[in-house]
């Protein structure tokens, strides 16, 4: 990797937020990150709890004994220089080459609107509900991310003012929390929330960033995650976790390939049978 600036935009880096129990998932993270991010020009943190971890050009931030989502990410954030970090949770394995001319424009747009946050991943036309915006009159390429939007705040691959994610981080809560508390705390803030515009792909998530979401579910490996392991000739630690089942992974893509509305009132039907 290269440690120059881009354009001349110092002051970001790029932080891959992890904690310890998920240590398997840090070599082959790393190792498809620079196949295909490594012209890669920011410094790059991995943030953990107690643990080590040796690989060319990365920072070990580690947060002390862990104690819940939110007071480690603080931890980690406040030993972070840079204004700007670009964070990236440590299973959203990269499957292509980062668009790094893309990326540089996320980043100016983000300086110039002195924005809060910029969603770098674009998702399909049915999940604009979750990140619902108004197309940005000063570039068609980003959204305005709608003060009511149930994940205005969320933890995909992401762009943020440090201060910004500080204010709206409360000590306690797990990263569903966030997101959904997150959510309405922003709604506080004087900053605009920024989000790259929806994808005509037929995947479910693209952008300058290209990865899998996610490697691990619930404490297991997707087969994708296995699949890409197994392409690259990457070595999967597979004695910490299980693998998906088959029949699990049939019922789960053919779950996304419902539309995202319809899915959610399966979702929500579910529910109600299951507590009944």
Do not use: R
């Given at each position: 990797m290269i440690k120059t600036e881009i354009n001349g935009q110092a002051n970001t880096a790029v932080l891959v937020l992890s904690c310890d129990k998920y240590e398997d998932a840090w070599s082959p993270f790393f190792n498809l990150f620079m196949k295909y991010w490594a012209n890669c020009s920011?410094?790059?943190?991995?943030?953990?709890?107690?643990?080590?971890?040796?690989?060319?050009?990365?920072?070990?931030?580690?947060?002390?004994?862990?104690?819940?989502?939110?007071?480690?990410?603080?931890?980690?954030?406040?030993?972070?220089?840079?204004?700007?970090?670009?964070?990236?949770?440590?299973?959203?394995?990269?499957?292509?080459?980062?668009d790094t001319s893309r990326l540089e424009e996320c980043l100016e747009f983000m300086r110039k609107t002195d924005a809060a946050y910029m969603r770098i991943a674009s998702f399909r036309k049915d999940y604009f509900p979750m990140y619902a915006y108004d197309i940005s009159n000063e570039n068609p390429s980003f959204g305005i991310t709608h003060a009511e939007a149930p994940f205005r705040v969320n933890l995909q691959a992401g762009i943020w003012d440090k201060d910004e994610l500080a204010k709206l981080i409360v000590k306690g809560e797990s990263p569903w929390d966030f997101e959904v508390k997150g959510s309405e705390r922003s709604k506080y803030s004087d900053k605009l929330f920024l989000g790259i515009t929806e994808s005509s792909s037929r995947d479910i998530i693209s952008g300058p960033i290209p990865y899998l979401c996610t490697a691990i579910t619930k404490g297991i490996w997707m087969r994708e995650a296995v699949s890409v392991c197994k392409k690259e000739n990457i070595k999967l630690n597979l004695s910490l976790r299980p693998i998906e089942s088959r029949w699990a992974y049939i019922k789960r893509k053919a779950l996304h390939a419902v539309p995202f509305n319809l899915r959610k009132y399966v979702d929500f039907v579910r529910s109600k049978l299951r507590s009944s």
């Open positions: 920011f410094p790059v943190y991995l943030g953990t709890n107690e643990k080590n971890f040796e690989f060319p050009y990365i920072n070990v931030i580690k947060s002390g004994k862990a104690k819940n989502w939110s007071d480690d990410t603080l931890s980690i954030i406040e030993q972070i220089p840079e204004k700007y970090i670009i964070i990236i949770l440590e299973d959203y394995f990269l499957i292509n080459n980062v």
